[in-house]
């Protein structure tokens, strides 16, 4: 078959002689030979090289500069100079890459732990297989809730349809065919073809496999698709804060150069001056430490059963004040078990078990844990019966039917929700099939009152019913599911899971408010409520959303925590009304109908056994359906992200104090502060001490809220203790030039030293809120603080100093250094105190 051929348009008999194979799949090593000649079938963009990524980072602006100047400077004759800056730059670079590129790789080996499978024929037998090892020629099963696994045509179906909105835009589900009218070109009107990445909304299906990996339609503009998923509020912050950063560094090197030009200072010097600045200013670990972080956060969720597929997820995961949830499998054991079957008068009746086991034994579209449930309830015999046809269930129908005969009767038998199924019979049956009775009021308000009595005693009522039906009737339709015979209700029991209380409370403690979204009935869930000990503050149910307009939604929601007969598009804008009332919103689902609230949802969660659709649209997968696990991933998220704001606070106040002294001290003294060699190590050193944040311990009381970002916040916080750090570096200044008379040499070693020492002393008290002896840091912290520190301090006795530009410092001068960074560190706790407690207040005014 040639690459550019529509394969829909090809007849099937063609298709199997181009792909070499049959109808009972291929070989295994056929299959070996495949996946060597077209490749794992995954839309991926090649591996990364490790010499080219490394390479790359060297593109950046500011660091092509400083290689351009620092080269420049050794042709004048400064070849010590050029050598060290070179070795730091490589140095940072280096660093940051190593730890990018590992957090990186060990991000791709747990996204491939949760891989999509597909049901594949493989030497005549039916087998699991990952999505990455279809392979062209293969015979592929799908059904309601999986994902098509590649591009195909259909061999075998039956009321197949497909949400294909992914590539068409089609709003609503298309029926496929097995055969094609005539041929077309557009992949809408390809009947007969199903596409990688679309998924069955029901009925079932055999599917020929054409096309893989990135010779399929969504392979094609799998580029323009990587775009599509919008930023996380953290994406934005580091944006936002990107922007902060970059308007700072540029006004402060104009500022220099500025200033070094009116004082007719060697320009080639303040050159390479300005642009250590704008290095030193800049925190280029950030990436590293971002990706470090979460990454370090992945691994631990790994261990507890939760599975990250987007990195970003975490720190969403970390700010979720908000989380929708069904309660089947969630709050409940996700065991349903058929408790009763009983007649209009709600007696135990064998006949309404019997039409219930033969709509689920005979069902092939989407089989729910109810059919299970039914089929295992009793086993009875079902050889005397024939499937004639069927109607697959679906989410908006809410129900399903089998057309049966037994020689005697041709039946239709549906089962579904019990709303729709009193709603389109017009008789009942009582204790046997051959006596009906008008559907009449006060019949309807009978059943209507048993169903209610069962939802109060916490069962949930499906409806049975049937009708017979002439015998030359071949097909069922949706159009057949009218005046039907009401035979009886099959009612289930989901007990509660064991401790399901305490972990609510525990949520509770936490701030995330949990709310139920389920498509069961308010009594049901009510009662359920009340066994597992919440309070319901308010209810909404389906109907009444149906008549709100979106602004009424949001308006209602924030004191609802119980919506009920939801369909999937109102779960949908229930998380929007959330999101669009200021909440950071999680959705936890694993259904078919759960993908487009997972998708919309600011953090989706699914489980492991979820339906394909379902995991591939969630953002995090538990491997265990357990809101225990759940918590133990809010918590990590809050604690990467309380990490990576330690970085960023620490980053951005003392290094922009650091500069602001820089520029400051260029217009009062007669030579440069700092040398630009001097202005880069320091950065360098810096970062060292930095560099084991990750894995730094965060106080239990911030974990306890919600974790989000503020630009604001941490705007402020850079101006007050940067200003704070620059006034000491002055002191220091005063100092060293009245009292020591310090020439250019030791004036560079002693702010040198005494600028290591505040910068990299003070993150003891800016990581956390606490008292700074209430809060112990991690050792890997300490013992990369302290190096920094002794490694300052020992700098201008080692060789290097002459070339470095250093000279020995006096016992006097660290005698007066202890002081003032005991003032500093003292004065800084102090101001950290005030500044948040004002932040808290600021923060409760515009709640409020």
Aim: aromatic share 8%; proline share 4%.
């Amino acid at each position: 078959m040639e690459k550019g051929t529509l394969f829909w348009n090809t007849p099937t008999s063609q298709l199997l002689q181009d792909l070499q194979t049959n109808e009972i799949g291929l070989a295994s090593d056929q299959v070996e030979e495949r996946l060597t000649k077209y490749g794992p079938n995954l839309l991926k963009t090649p591996p990364k090289h490790f010499l080219k990524e490394l390479l790359s980072r060297f593109l950046n602006p500011l660091v092509i500069i400083l290689l351009l100047a620092s080269s420049i400077s050794a042709a004048t004759g400064d070849v010590t100079g050029f050598i060290i800056i070179v070795l730091i730059v490589l140095m940072s670079v280096s660093l940051d890459f190593y730890q990018q590129y590992r957090a990186e790789q060990a991000a791709e080996e747990l996204k491939a732990s949760v891989a999509v499978t597909a049901t594949v024929l493989r030497d005549g037998k039916r087998q699991e297989r990952a999505l990455s090892e279809i392979v062209p020629g293969d015979i592929v099963f799908i059904g309601a809730g999986d994902l098509i696994p590649a591009d195909g045509v259909i061999l075998e179906e039956k009321d197949i349809f497909i949400n294909q909105a992914l590539l068409t835009g089609e709003s609503y589900p298309v029926e496929k065919k097995v055969k094609l009218e005539s041929p077309v070109q557009e992949i809408s009107r390809a009947e007969n073809a199903v596409f990688l990445g679309t998924s069955v909304v029901s009925g079932s299906a055999k599917v020929l496999v054409c096309r893989t990996g990135m010779e399929t339609s969504l392979g094609e503009i799998s580029k323009s698709l990587s775009q599509i998923s919008p930023p996380t509020a953290f994406d934005i912050g580091i944006h936002q804060f990107g922007n902060l950063i970059m308007r700072l560094t540029v006004t402060m090197v104009l500022f220099v150069v500025l200033v070094n030009v009116l004082f007719h200072r060697p320009w080639l010097e303040s050159f390479l001056f300005a642009m250590a600045l704008a290095v030193g200013l800049t925190p280029e670990l950030l990436p590293m430490i971002i990706t470090v972080t979460l990454s370090r956060g992945a691994l631990r969720m790994s261990k507890k059963k939760v599975i990250v597929k987007r990195l970003s997820s975490i720190q969403n995961l970390g700010s979720m004040d908000i989380l929708c949830s069904d309660k089947t499998g969630t709050l409940t054991e996700g065991r349903i078990i058929l408790e009763r079957h009983v007649d209009v008068k709600g007696e135990d009746s064998s006949e309404v078990l019997q039409l219930a086991y033969l709509n689920s034994f005979f069902e092939t579209g989407y089989r729910s844990p109810i059919d299970r449930a039914i089929i295992e309830h009793e086993e009875l015999d079902v050889r005397s019966w024939q499937k004639i046809d069927e109607v697959p269930f679906d989410f908006e129908r809410r129900r399903v039917s089998v057309l049966l005969d037994d020689g005697r009767h041709r039946i239709l038998i549906v089962k579904g929700a019990m709303e729709e199924i009193l709603g389109l019979s017009n008789l009942f049956s009582q204790g046997s099939f051959e006596k009906t009775y008008d559907l009449d009021p006060q019949a309807r308000e009978g059943i209507f009152h048993l169903s209610r009595s069962l939802e109060g005693q916490g069962f949930r009522g499906i409806g049975i019913a049937w009708k017979e039906v002439s015998k030359d009737c071949l097909h069922a339709h949706v159009s057949d599911e009218t005046e039907l015979v009401f035979a009886g209700i099959a009612a289930f029991h989901d007990p509660p899971k064991a401790g399901i209380k305490t972990v609510l409370q525990n949520l509770s403690e936490s701030h995330v408010s949990f709310r139920v979204v389920t498509g069961d009935s308010e009594l049901v869930s009510r009662h359920l409520f009340q066994q597992v000990g919440v309070e319901v503050t308010g209810v909404l149910t389906g109907a009444q959303i149906q008549e709100m307009d979106d602004p009424a939604l949001q308006a209602r929601v924030e004191s609802v925590n119980l919506f009920c007969r939801v369909s999937p598009t109102q779960k949908n804008r229930i998380i929007m009304a959330f999101k669009k009332r200021g909440h950071i919103v999680g959705y936890l689902g694993d259904g078919a109908n759960d993908a487009p609230s997972l998708h919309s949802a600011d953090v989706g969660i699914s489980v492991e056994g979820a339906v394909d659709v379902a995991k591939e649209a969630a953002d995090i997968v538990l491997l265990k359906q357990d809101l225990r696990t759940l918590l133990v991933g809010i918590f990590e998220g809050r604690r990467t992200h309380l990490n990576i704001m330690k970085y960023i606070m620490m980053a951005t106040s003392s290094n922009f104090g650091n500069m602001f002294s820089m520029a400051g001290a260029a217009l009062i003294l007669p030579f440069l502060p700092m040398l630009p060699l001097q202005v880069l190590l320091n950065n360098f050193l810096y970062d060292i001490s930095e560099i084991a944040i990750p894995l730094d311990r965060v106080d239990m009381k911030s974990l306890r809220h919600p974790t989000h970002w503020d630009i604001r916040f941490v705007h402020n916080f850079m101006w007050i203790i940067g200003l704070l750090s620059s006034l000491f570096d002055f002191v220091t200044f005063y100092v060293l030039i009245r009292l020591f008379h310090a020439d250019q040499v030791l004036f560079h070693t002693g702010w040198f030293v005494e600028s290591i020492a505040t910068q990299v002393l003070v993150i003891f008290i800016i990581r956390t809120r606490q008292s700074v002896f209430r809060s112990r840091a991690s050792g890997a912290l300490i013992l990369t603080s302290l190096m920094a520190v002794l490694i300052a301090i020992l700098l201008p006795y080692s060789p290097v100093a002459k070339d470095l530009g250093f000279a020995p410092l006096s016992f006097k001068f660290f005698l007066i250094l202890g002081g003032i960074v005991i003032c500093y560190l003292t004065i800084v706790e102090i101001v950290k105190h005030w500044f948040y407690s004002q932040a808290r207040i600021g923060h409760d005014e515009r709640r409020r």
